[in-house]
């Protein structure tokens, strides 16, 4: 009764204020309460504000999606199939299947945000807006110009040249637009960034949004990707069949098609340099490498970017970041629980492949390999101090259980092999906790063997499964600069500066020098560095294709690991599994799986496709090589 009476008192209350509004000559010329015209946007601070800072919503939540680039590497495996992803490593995907496209590099989605770049960088570089506060535009207008520079330079890395639009499209205009030449959006890049950098230089700006340095951080990058082989039409044409075969008309948007390759790293060397001299890094000036345990934290405090309370993470290390993004809302981040263990409630996501764990180097700086007796009776032990910020394996310790998953394992370790174990008086055979035939969550276990760290909040008090995390994605990190100045410091043949600081990055993971080499060994050690140091971090996908090493990386078939517990004579356990050597002989035995994913490298892959309807759209897009 009492909700009738609330209701019509209500519907009488509307019906008035319906009769009194129609009243009104000008009614029907009332403002939505709910948006606002644009040009009223530009005559205000807060407002013109507002409209730049939702350009940044462009870059969504990083490489922190839930599939993620790496497992279109030979870094990890996504664990859930027909999402797309298979077919990009199965090199199947073609203009009308495009497989996997995420929303940080998808063509359509670029566009739509370089647009509202171009609505800023019109309104605020002339006449037509009504702000006063000089230093105001011109930090928008800088954004503006490296938010277009980054999303140019995520089309023209996964795509090659695209069409270069720097005006605002309105209804009746001509769409069709060529593609430019990998050169001119090289070029045109690098001119956002100098303005970005010289509009920002100075000016105060808010956490997660782009200061003067991240223009030149993406500055030293794109020059880094100008001066690799993939974009050099010769060097290019002598790595691929497919490339070898198209005329300079259709190498013009993939590569440059003249000048000196040497100069273009020289040019790589100086942005990077540039870089390291305006901004300051993490613990990057040792002589000596640090103790293990001291590299794993420091690698650990890395990956966290400042964003945990776990022991020893150093809140430092946040330093290190240039332009990142942050997970304030408590409602944003669930990147632990999309990868960690199925065994506390997760799902398991993007797993480390065996291809990936091989790669770590030993603790002295020699090569694991299985077929050294020793290593392969105790693969996880002595390894690089960042493997175990890294992975997670067989017998690590890992958070608290019995939070999510109950009274099930009583020292918090990860399981993903089989087991002996005596279960009312009889032997059987346990699965693991993490694995595929476990008892919980089964069908979100790790293929691999294997789980992610990096990235994942190692605070015990964080329960995975349903509490959010506020570790940040690091869109540009110090050592990423000094990575590349590595690079192209090896390429001009500047080894020994090279060498002073890879030694330091090794260094600071508690890793041992590398003495001095040729140019040639000194490459493939700088590039496993990268490989290891930079690890889920978006650059292996780009870097084994600029490289032009992909078919031997990336087209690899995975490795998995079969782990399994057997007693040692005279040895039982009941209970509940627990990891212990001094009860069971452990085996370890990698394994070529391609039931989930049988991956191929075609050389076609080096670009992505423009799909069939960008194609019909605009008749001037010329489609990439081999589609």
Wanted: proline fraction near 4%.
């Amino acid at each position: 009764m009492k909700s009738t009476i609330k209701n019509t008192y209500i519907w009488a209350i509307a019906v008035m204020a319906l009769l009194a509004a129609s009243c009104k000559k000008d009614f029907l010329s009332e403002k939505p309460p709910t948006t606002i015209p644009t040009d009223l946007i530009w005559k205000d601070g807060g407002l013109a504000d507002a409209f730049v800072l939702e350009i940044y919503n462009g870059l969504s939540v990083g490489g922190f999606s839930e599939q993620m680039l790496s497992s279109v590497s030979d870094e990890s495996l996504f664990t859930h199939p027909n999402r797309g992803i298979d077919l990009v490593n199965s090199s199947t995907i073609n203009p009308s299947t495009l497989g996997w496209v995420d929303d940080t590099w998808g063509y359509a989605k670029m566009y739509n945000r370089i647009r509202t770049c171009n609505i800023t960088i019109e309104k605020l570089s002339g006449t037509d807006n009504g702000l006063t506060d000089q230093a105001l535009k011109d930090r928008l207008l800088g954004e503006a110009h490296f938010l277009r520079a980054y999303f140019y330079h995520q089309l023209l890395r996964y795509y090659g040249g695209v069409p270069l639009i720097t005006k605002v499209y309105v209804l009746n205009d001509d769409y069709n637009a060529k593609r430019a030449t990998y050169k001119e959006c090289v070029d045109f890049i690098l001119k956002d960034c100098e303005d970005a950098n010289r509009l920002l230089t100075g000016k105060s700006i808010g956490k997660g949004r782009a200061p003067a340095l991240a223009a030149l951080a993406l500055k030293s990058r794109v020059l880094l990707y100008a001066a690799s082989d993939l974009h050099d039409q010769a060097k290019a044409k002598t790595k691929s069949d497919l490339l070898a075969g198209l005329t300079a008309e259709a190498m013009a948007p993939l590569a440059y098609l003249d000048g000196d390759q040497q100069q273009r790293w020289v040019a790589a060397q100086l942005a990077a340099k540039a870089v390291m001299d305006a901004g300051t890094g993490y613990k990057l000036t040792l002589s000596e490498k640090v103790s293990p345990e001291e590299g794993r934290n420091n690698y650990k405090s890395l990956a966290m970017g400042g964003g945990s309370k776990a022991p020893g993470i150093d809140g430092a290390a946040g330093s290190e970041l240039i332009l990142a993004r942050y997970f304030i809302d408590r409602s944003d981040m669930r990147y632990a629980r999309a990868n960690g263990p199925n065994g506390y409630r997760n799902w398991a996501g993007n797993t480390p492949v065996g291809l990936l764990v091989d790669d770590y180097e030993m603790a002295d700086g020699t090569k694991f390999s299985w077929s050294d007796p020793a290593k392969k009776a105790a693969p996880y032990q002595n390894r690089d101090p960042r493997f175990y910020a890294t992975v997670l394996y067989d017998g690590a310790g890992w958070k608290p259980r019995d939070k999510v998953s109950g009274d099930v394992d009583p020292v918090s370790q990860i399981q993903t092999g089989e087991y002996d174990l005596m279960v009312d008086g009889k032997l059987i055979t346990a699965k693991g906790l993490d694995t595929r035939s476990g008892p919980i969550e089964s069908w979100n276990g790790s293929w691999t063997g294997y789980y992610t760290h990096k990235f994942i909040d190692p605070d015990p008090n964080i329960v995975d499964a349903s509490m959010p995390q506020f570790v940040p994605w690091p869109f540009f990190r110090y050592t990423e600069a000094v990575m590349n100045y590595i690079e192209a410091s090896i390429e001009i043949g500047q080894l020994n500066e090279a060498l002073l600081w890879l030694n330091r990055i090794r260094f600071r993971s508690g890793m041992p020098a590398i003495t001095a080499l040729g140019q040639n060994e000194l490459r493939e050690i700088y590039r496993h560095e990268r490989r290891i140091e930079m690890v889920y971090e978006e650059q292996r996908y780009h870097d084994a294709r600029r490289w032009m090493i992909a078919k031997e990386t990336l087209g690899r078939k995975i490795t998995y690991i079969k782990v399994t517990g057997k007693f040692k004579a005279g040895q039982t356990l009941s209970g509940k599994y627990k990891y212990d050597p001094s009860i069971y002989n452990y085996t370890y035995t990698p394994t070529i799986e391609t039931a989930q994913e049988d991956r191929s490298w075609n050389d076609k892959i080096y670009f992505r496709p423009f799909s069939r309807d960008e194609i019909n759209k605009n008749k001037e897009l010329k489609q990439n090589p081999g589609y």
